[in-house]
């Protein structure tokens, strides 16, 4: 059974460490999935397409994520008769110049707070662009996130905005030092939330990480 659209509910968003390691706390075992990415890759939008337009507000300007939003969700496992409780963290995005430096600060406490303490059963999603993989936004991320020791898969989002034959080549040409660069990563998709490539090998991988959670 797949993720009802349009039922996934909306619990909080943290904005504060002390609360963010409160919650944490009081959630050892947390299963499910955090989407995190460089601002204006499309995350929000991404989260829309998988769990209902409502979930995740798109905004026209980078980086309007600043607080750790929490949401839950059902899902019924095929075989299963009660169906089983995850939840979904749409983490603030990266690389986004435009902030103060003290928010951005806060972010970073934030963000490190957030994945030293979630649980190994989240899975974390990092979305990327597909016009422009590689950023030094990005590897500078990946470098970070490593230490964590997170499952993580690499969504390559906007797929459908590569238009003309020489920007999917440029984009061809760069798959071994793509492969080569996320040898760590379990997973990796080519996807456009907008068209809805590829989402559904998405969310089947997503699904298959949610199930191993549930053992």
């Not at 964590?148 to 906007?158: G, Q, S």
Request: charged letters at 25%.
């Amino acid at each position: 059974m797949a993720i009802q659209k349009g039922k996934t509910e909306f619990l909080m968003g943290i904005d504060k460490v002390d609360q963010l390691t409160m919650w944490l706390g009081e959630h050892p075992a947390a299963q499910g999935v955090a989407f995190i990415g460089r601002s204006n890759v499309g995350k929000s939008s991404f989260i829309n397409a998988i769990f209902g337009k409502s979930v995740a507000r798109v905004s026209k300007t980078p980086g309007r994520t600043r607080q750790v939003n929490v949401f839950k969700f059902d899902w019924l496992p095929e075989g299963e008769k009660v169906p089983k409780q995850f939840y979904l963290f749409d983490v603030p995005g990266y690389g986004h110049a435009e902030v103060s430096k003290e928010m951005g600060h806060n972010w970073q406490i934030l963000l490190s707070t957030f994945f030293r303490g979630i649980s190994g059963k989240v899975l974390l999603l990092n979305l990327q662009d597909a016009r422009h993989p590689l950023q030094d936004a990005d590897l500078q991320f990946q470098e970070y996130i490593r230490q964590f020791e997170l499952e993580t898969y690499l969504v390559f989002n906007k797929v459908d905005k590569l238009k003309t034959q020489s920007e999917r080549f440029v984009l061809q040409k760069r798959m071994p030092e793509i492969y080569e660069q996320n040898k760590w990563v379990k997973q990796i998709y080519f996807a456009s939330a907008e068209k809805g490539t590829g989402v559904l090998q998405v969310v089947d991988g997503m699904m298959s990480f949610l199930l191993k959670s549930l053992v």
